[in-house]
């Protein structure tokens, strides 16, 4: 499986950790930056990350900033992209389940490095669960398309 990597500044660290993290576990990276601590533009790295999800370039994504909020707001902006926000496991767990939530995005400022892991770790290996959830994403759909 391949993911998107992508954070500004305020991110940056948590997304080497999770870099380091996914190798570890076996996943490709494409890392669309930012490269460094120092100050830059969120949506130069998040929406490029999010169009290579919606593209199919990438299978899933994972974006960070200081508290994910305006990462999750850019990366839903790309058609195709459901990004759910964590600062939590079941948060993280209820994105995919019952939004099918093909991005994630986490707050550097809203969660502790050790809970980092636990984080990704349920949204990686939780499936949405389909049913009433496929319909209400479907409705999601129409309404956006008209």
């Not at 997304?15 to 601590?37: H, M």
């Amino acid at each position: 499986m391949k993911v998107a990597i992508a954070s500004d500044h305020d991110g940056y660290d948590y997304k080497e950790l999770t870099r380091e993290f996914l190798l570890k576990e076996g996943y490709e990276i494409e890392d669309f930056g930012t490269s460094s601590n120092s100050s830059c533009d969120y949506l130069d790295f998040v929406v490029p990350a999010a169009q290579a999800v919606a593209d199919k370039r990438c299978d899933i994504g994972i974006v960070f900033g200081k508290s994910g909020n305006s990462e999750a707001m850019a990366a839903n902006r790309v058609a195709g992209i459901r990004c759910t926000i964590a600062w939590d496991k079941k948060s993280a767990r209820l994105g995919k389940e019952h939004n099918n939530a093909n991005m994630l995005s986490i707050g550097q400022d809203m969660i502790s490095d050790q809970d980092l892991i636990g984080i990704l770790d349920s949204w990686l290996k939780v499936r949405f669960k389909g049913g009433k959830y496929t319909r209400r994403l479907n409705k999601l759909e129409s309404m956006l398309s008209r």
